[in-house]
């Protein structure tokens, strides 16, 4: 198979997509790939297939002539040369804010939505960064998934050489496009949504982003995937990312503060917080609320913060038991169906009564309870509990509560 952009003066200029075009062709059966030779070292990630990295038309027909002169590229070109992708960040650089790292390793270990809800300045910015040096490593198929979708985008984002290891991290602007979030234009390249499969898409202050912009995650959150339509085909990207969201309270961002530095009317704060739509405030599984840290906690010298790596374990360890509860059915318990919420869920009467009372007095809509009962899965396995407890069920409950 050959694949490039052939110039006027008979160069053979770069092209987007190498990664996946070499998978297809080893699957389709394809002895060898010409690519060019700027693009071609990505491709060496592709096992069972040769490739030929090509500066011109000229090596392409020596090539095809089987003359000998060029020799496919070794995988040595690549090895230890992975991509990173941002600068990671530890837990134990965060002081304080026990509660939000408690709700980050929860939504860790069962891939859940997140939202937090805070004044400027508590930290909400930096937990989001931070979580990325908690989830699991990528397993096999995670690095080839990943470095397709971004060798397709290009355009910097992914030069070649390596595969992402790295869980993605992607942050937009809330004054993107819906195009730059779902992906689009003329060639139909992948957006953010796609950018962070199989890491995180953070939206910082997500009620600063146009409402017809958020309303578009719904599928994605949903699905996992995302489809961009255009006259004659239909594009489908894989978005299977954990969103983590953070917003402020109010427009001037301290409502609820004992100092009385806030100048927005109820009104304003409604209509504010209303940005967010019911459906989609549903499809978030955890809302906490992040604070200030006090000065003395600021200041205090002693023990140090834990560190990702320790949290990382016990992350870790709930996801392989997720893994081992549903084989080939699904992930994470952020994923379970109808039917996995019936096997994996089950209540006793205790819990039933404590459910079904915070249901009605909450005024809990059905995918609510839903969520409840996936996150308590998640409390009970980073407890190592076959069963759903009160206390499991007691701390799901309170990460519907923020609104």
């Known amino acids: 198979m050959i694949m490039g952009e052939l110039a006027l003066d008979g160069s053979i200029r770069p092209v987007r997509g190498v990664l996946p075009v070499a998978e297809h062709a080893r699957k389709q059966g394809f002895a060898a790939c010409l690519f060019p030779i700027e693009s071609a070292a990505e491709a060496l990630e592709i096992e069972g297939i040769e490739i030929y990295g090509v500066h011109d038309l000229e090596e ?7 003359e000998g002169r060029i020799e496919p590229l070794s995988k040595v070109v690549s090895e230890n040369h992975n991509v990173r992708l941002y600068k990671e960040y530890d837990f134990c650089d965060i002081k304080g804010q026990s509660g939000a790292k408690r709700a980050m390793e929860v939504a860790a270990a069962g891939a859940h939505h997140i939202l937090m809800n805070g004044s400027p300045g508590t930290g909400k910015s930096f937990l989001a960064k931070a979580l990325p040096s908690i989830l699991p490593l990528m397993n096999r198929d995670e690095p080839v998934e990943t470095s397709k979708i971004y060798s397709v985008a290009g355009g910097g984002q992914y030069k070649g050489g390596g595969l992402i290891k790295e869980r993605p991290f992607r942050s937009p602007l809330h004054s993107s496009s819906i195009y730059a979030l779902t992906g689009g234009g003329v060639n139909s390249l992948p957006g953010e949504i796609s950018l962070a499969h199989n890491g995180v898409l953070y939206l910082d202050e997500i009620a600063e982003f146009p ?11 949903e699905d996992r995937q995302i489809s961009i339509s255009r006259m004659k085909y239909k594009i489908t990207y894989p978005s299977n990312f954990m969103l983590v969201a953070s917003m402020n309270p109010c427009p001037c961002g301290y409502y609820g503060e ?59 360890a709930a996801r392989d038991l997720q893994k081992r509860r549903f084989g ?69 409950i309170q990460y519907r509560r923020v609104r």
């Open 60 to 66: 392409v027909v020596s090539i095809l002539l089987g």
């Open 211 to 221: 409402k017809h912009v958020l309303e578009i995650l719904r599928q994605p959150l």
């Open 258 to 316: 004992n100092d009385g530095r806030c100048v927005c009317s109820p009104f304003q704060v409604a209509r504010y917080v209303a940005k967010l739509s019911g459906p989609l405030i549903d499809r978030i599984d955890i809302h906490i609320e992040v604070n200030n840290v006090p000065a003395e906690m600021l200041l205090k010298q002693g023990a140090a913060e834990e560190q990702s790596d320790r949290v990382r374990e016990r992350v870790s």
């Open 328 to 396: 080939s059915e699904c992930n994470t318990n952020s994923q379970m169906n109808q039917e996995h919420l019936k096997r994996f869920c089950s209540l006793g009467r205790d819990e039933q009564s404590m459910l079904s009372s915070a249901v009605n007095k909450l005024n809990m809509s059905a995918r609510s309870y839903t969520r409840i009962l996936k996150v308590a899965r998640t409390i009970a396995d980073l407890d190592n509990s076959t069963n759903i407890k009160t206390a499991h069920l007691a701390e799901a």
